[in-house]
Nanobody, 115 residues
């Protein structure tokens, strides 16, 4: 059974940091590129960050460049999103996505940036 389980969301003040984690199981993790998406209320889901299957290439949305870092540990079947200098506009549900032969999604984790 394929699973992507996100964790690490929560409430943080502007300027703060959070680290999201995504635990993968049920498929060959190292064969898949991994994405973090987010969806804010009333807005479309947007791609935040991408990392290739072995981590050699990463890309970010312009809105998070220099603040967010995506990484992965293929030995642990984990992907991470380190989020620094958080802004209120980063408030959204964040989703982990595995993209390869198939397309898998997690259930999402809420990130709220507010004072």
């Amino acid at each position: 059974q394929v699973q992507l389980v996100e964790s690490g969301g929560g409430l943080v003040q502007p300027g703060g940091s959070l680290r999201l984690s995504c635990a993968a199981s049920g498929f060959t993790f190292s064969d898949y590129g991994m994405n973090w998406y987010r969806q804010a209320p009333g807005k479309e889901r947007e791609l935040v960050a991408y990392i290739t299957s072995v981590g050699g290439y990463r890309n970010y949305a312009n809105s998070v460049k220099g603040r967010f870092t995506i990484s992965r540990d293929n030995a642990k079947n984990m992907v991470y999103l380190q989020m620094n200098s958080l802004k209120p506009e980063d408030t959204a549900v964040y989703y982990c996505n595995a993209k390869g032969t198939y397309d898998y999604w997690g259930q999402g984790t809420q990130v709220t940036v507010s004072s």
